[in-house]
């Protein structure tokens, strides 16, 4: 599948209408994936709804005030997974407040864009991400 | 199996076939109008005829001249509805009969005239995707001005039973119009033993070109053009000849019907195949459509726990090309109309796949498929949220 614009498009500048390479790389090779016990995590979110298209889970284990691990599980579309996975390497390492700052263009923009009539599938992970930390502090 | 390129989306379109090709390539030198009175005209005239007596042949349509030709299924679609516009507008009948499975230039067309005041009801269908005849003989009465339902689905492939749906319309005095975009070339069609008023067909479904298709009109049966102009097609469908959209289409549809029954024969054994190789290759997934009455070619299979674009992205990138049911895919929310309407349910309908065979499928590439499948399948729900 195409990915990165180049001169074939004939200096097209419309809509990114192809998967870059990064969010294909983060579809078939995700960063973070998997599930956290209840004594390992202190934070937990599930955010979407399967008979939407998507759903995500996403654990983060915090040490002093600092995200020091996180991951994620994902039904979705490659959108959703993508995003999903590049949010957990924004996030990892990071001060919750930091964490907290993330917005959706940050994870788009760190993947190189990505389709327009596809935005709405990246919005998940920075949503888990502040409903988690949310539930971290409590 | 070594990596190869799969070409499973005969539904969406087929590539065109060598011989209509270079039919066409030739044709393209007969620039003549084919309206013009000349001997160029004449000539480009009649091979226009040819083509189509050879459409003509395809369905069962005993005379030729009930056949217009038009820019493909939607056009040939919207033309039937708009003339039910203009019927139903001068009084007496305004019923549509539809169905909820048909494809968005029927769906909206009916709606169309929804919006304009007329009477539509969209049928149900069962878990297979039939039409419930019941419902279908509640709804089809005096009032009813037209009843329109698509001979076999593009996306699961199940196959109505249009014969006694036409002597139902019939029996009421209603006009028949089927879709029978997805069945011609891959079907036995006939207008006459179907009983149909108004038939669909698109060239590009049958290894011809895009751009064109054919309407055909019973004898006696009105029809307004959805665009006026010249005389062309009786004054039908205005606008020059597209000779070599029609050339293409005549050679296909004289192909087709020449080849119909190994089609069906062939296409059918690498479907099974399929069918039978994926149920193997993956726990829990289930074949969408009617078991039996499915056009030879589709197999909709409903992978739980994966989402269909993830499918489909992780068959692209082993080469492989198919479709999805799934909203993602679309941009919208909502997945297929058509596997709601048989009750899977959002969850599995989003995570469906369409693979439809054609001319140019094999063995090796239904092989291909089964052993990619089942790793893709097996990731996506080792990452996925949902049980199943
Ligand atoms: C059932 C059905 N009807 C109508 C159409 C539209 O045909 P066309 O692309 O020729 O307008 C299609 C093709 O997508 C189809 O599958």
């Not at chain 1, 990064?22 to 599930?35: K, L, Q, S, W």
């Amino acid at each position: 599948m195409d990915s990165e614009r180049n001169d074939e498009d004939g200096g097209y500048s419309g809509p990114i209408l192809y998967y870059t390479d990064a969010v294909i790389d983060h579809f078939t090779n995700p960063r973070n994936v998997g599930e956290m016990a209840d004594d390992e995590a202190d934070g937990y979110a599930c955010i979407g709804d399967p008979g939407c298209g998507d759903e995500m889970k996403l654990w983060i284990a915090v040490r002093d005030e600092r995200i020091e691990r996180i991951a994620f599980k994902s039904y979705g579309c490659p959108g959703a997974i993508s995003t999903s996975s590049m949010l957990t390497v924004l996030a990892e390492g990071r001060t919750l407040d930091e964490a907290l700052a993330i917005t959706d263009d940050d994870v788009v923009g760190a993947l190189g864009g990505i389709p327009e009539n596809k935005q709405h599938c990246s919005l998940l992970g920075v949503k888990a991400l502040r409903a988690a930390v949310a539930s971290a502090r409590r | 199996m070594e990596r190869r390129f799969v070409y499973m989306d005969y539904n969406a379109t087929t590539p065109l076939r060598p011989e209509v090709k270079a039919e066409m390539i030739e044709d393209l030198e007969l620039y003549a109008n084919a309206s013009s009175l000349h001997e160029a005209g004449r000539k480009a005239r009649s091979r226009i005829e040819r083509s189509r007596a050879a459409v003509a042949a395809l369905i069962g349509a005993k005379d030729p001249e009930r056949v217009v030709f038009t820019s493909g299924g939607s056009e040939s679609n919207n033309t039937v509805f708009a003339t039910m516009f203009h019927l139903g507008r001068k009084g007496g009948r305004k019923g549509i009969v539809t169905t909820k499975i048909e494809h968005p230039c029927v769906l909206n067309a009916a709606k169309w005239l929804a919006d304009e005041g007329f009477p539509v009801t969209f049928l149900d269908v069962d878990e297979y995707g039939v039409v419930d005849m019941d419902q279908l003989r509640r709804a089809v009465g005096p009032e009813t001005l037209l009843v329109s339902v698509m001979a076999a689905n593009n996306e699961i492939g199940t196959v109505q039973d249009i014969r006694a749906i036409a002597a139902i319309a019939k029996a009421a005095g209603a006009y028949m119009h089927t879709d029978a975009t997805q069945s011609v070339g891959k079907i036995p069609v006939s207008v006459d033993d179907w009983g149909v008023d108004y038939m669909t067909m698109s060239c590009h479904k049958l290894y011809g070109p895009k751009g064109i298709g054919g309407l055909y009109v019973r004898e006696g049966r009105p029809l307004e053009p959805l665009i006026r102009g010249g005389h062309q097609e009786h004054g039908f469908r205005a606008g020059t000849y597209n000779n070599q959209g029609i050339m293409g289409f005549g050679l296909a549809a004289e192909l087709a019907k020449a080849e119909l029954d190994d089609y069906v024969e062939r296409i059918g054994g690498l479907r099974r195949r399929l069918r039978d190789g994926i149920l193997a290759a993956v726990p829990k997934c289930r074949v969408n459509g009617h078991p039996e009455r499915v056009l030879p070619n589709t197999l909709n299979v409903s992978f739980p726990g994966a989402e269909g674009e993830a499918i489909l992205l992780s068959l692209d990138l082993e080469g492989i090309r198919v479709s999805t049911g799934s909203a993602c895919a679309s941009g919208s929310l909502d997945p297929s109309h058509v596997l709601m309407a048989t009750g899977v349910g959002p969850e599995l309908a989003h995570g469906s796949i369409r693979f439809s065979l054609g001319r140019d499928s094999t063995e090796e590439d239904v092989d291909y498929v089964v052993s990619r499948i089942g790793p893709i399948i097996a990731r996506l729900r080792s990452m996925s949220t949902v049980s199943y």
